[in-house]
């Protein structure tokens, strides 16, 4: 897990701007469990930074993908999450709710699934898709 100056420090050592929407949306997407979306990392910061835009959004997400601390991840065609786990585990969508998981996997695990092919595995993305506890006792 990487931390909000870490970040700040290697932007800043790659010759990006570290505008104040810029250092908001590091700190909001540190630490997080919950796989934030685009429209709410927006409203958690337009009180905060009323000019901040979708644009201002994606393009730093995009960054600390492109720098190796987030991942972006198209569970779904509606929405795109961010997720700033960057070591390799698996992810479960309910299909009723939404919710979105972490699931840890075993680096052995990781390991025979980038072997299944012939091809070099660069990066690895397991999605499981179902219903979540809740959901499927309703």
């Not at 810029?22 to 009180?47: F, M, S």
């Not at 929405?79 to 969508?93: Q, R, V």
């Not at 595995?121 to 499981?128: C, G, I, P, R």
């Amino acid at each position: 897990m990487w931390n909000v100056d870490e970040i700040l420090d290697k932007l800043k050592s790659k010759g990006y701007k570290l505008t104040g929407q810029r250092k908001a949306i590091v700190e909001r997407l540190c630490g997080r469990k919950d796989h934030p979306t685009a429209d709410q990392l927006y409203k958690e910061l337009k009180k905060d930074y009323p000019t901040i835009s979708f644009a201002t959004i994606y393009s730093t997400v995009q960054l600390l993908e492109e720098m190796g601390y987030l991942q972006i991840l198209t569970v779904d065609e509606k929405k795109t999450h961010f997720d700033p786990t960057w070591t390799a585990h698996a992810h479960f969508f309910c299909q009723k709710c939404g919710r979105l998981e972490d699931i840890e996997m075993e680096q052995e695990e990781v390991e025979r699934l980038k072997n299944l092919s012939e091809y070099r595995t660069q990066s690895l993305q397991v999605y499981l898709y179902g219903l979540c506890p809740e959901c499927d006792n309703r």
